[in-house]
């Protein structure tokens, strides 16, 4: 038997069985294997926990030990995220009235908001695909964000034009609250949606669920907003669901910093 033989000998053998005799002959003639075989199984031995380890790892494994909840339906989930987006624009709508929809055109109105609901629907398959680990994207979720926000601005630049607006940055002002106002409550109740699933990917599943919640708030302000300017539109209405993904990708973060952060005192009692 050569070395190498011993080598596979060895790493064949499970910890408890002893080695087989043509092994253990040629470990009486080599000095090199069979120092190798010593340190190897010291090293079996220095790596056992301790039982002190081993009582606060079951401890903590049977503290939150529950039974498993299955992950509600995707046509539920998806049906929720569309109450959800249509309640908010209904009483967005409601409370801050129509003005904007009566300045639309035929061809304004269809554009729009034709692009709007294909964007919400693909965001909330695409959250909905995230909370189940997976699952299969056709595009990229954050290829997809992107590319909504893209294709958004593309549509705003290409039907509306520009207009002289002297109160630029106050009625912008306003119109961003009026946007953000709506899409904090949905994004909020989007979330008790996505405590539904198993996220891995918090980050990323925050800032879709925040463009998705954002794209009510633009909704609710082409409804309700008269101003039919292009850098009006680009910036404050636009900017309504670029601030809701960017702020459910940073909460997204925190909240696995957080998770990271327990894990790691846990393990360090």
């Known amino acids: 038997m050569t070395c190498r033989d011993m080598d596979d000998a060895i790493s064949s053998r499970s910890g408890d069985s002893g080695l087989e005799p043509q092994p253990a002959e040629h470990l009486i003639h080599c000095k090199p294997c069979r120092g190798l075989t010593r340190l190897l199984d010291n090293a079996a031995e220095g790596l056992r926990p301790s039982e002190s380890m081993l009582s606060r790892i079951q401890a903590g494994i049977l503290s939150d030990l529950t039974p498993i909840r299955p992950l509600t339906p995707s046509y539920i989930l998806l049906f929720a995220c569309a109450i959800i987006f249509l309640s908010m624009v209904a009483v967005g709508a409601l409370l801050l009235g129509t003005n904007g929809w009566g300045a639309l055109s035929i061809v304004q109105r269809v554009a729009v908001f034709a692009t709007l609901g294909t964007s919400a629907t693909l965001l909330a398959f695409s959250m909905v695909r995230q909370m189940v680990p997976g699952s299969k994207h056709a595009i990229a979720p954050a290829v997809l964000l992107v590319a909504i926000l893209v294709v958004l601005m593309m549509v705003i630049a290409a ?15 306003m119109c961003m609250k009026n946007g953000l106002r709506y899409s904090i409550p949905a994004a909020f109740l989007l979330w008790l949606i996505l405590r539904r699933g198993a996220i891995l990917h918090p980050k990323l599943i925050g800032a879709v669920a925040g463009g998705l919640a954002g794209l009510a708030g633009l909704s609710v ?15 404050w209405h636009g900017g309504v669901v670029a601030i809701s993904s960017l702020g459910g990708a940073l909460l997204g973060a925190l909240a696995r910093s957080i998770e990271r952060r327990r894990e790691q005192e846990w393990f360090q009692i």
Request: with cysteine; charged share 15%; hydrophobic share 50%.
């Open 159 to 173: 039907t509306f034009r520009a207009q002289e607006e002297p109160a630029f940055l106050a009625s912008g002002v």
């Open 221 to 235: 302000l082409e409804i309700n907003c008269p101003n039919l300017n292009v850098f009006h539109l680009l910036v």
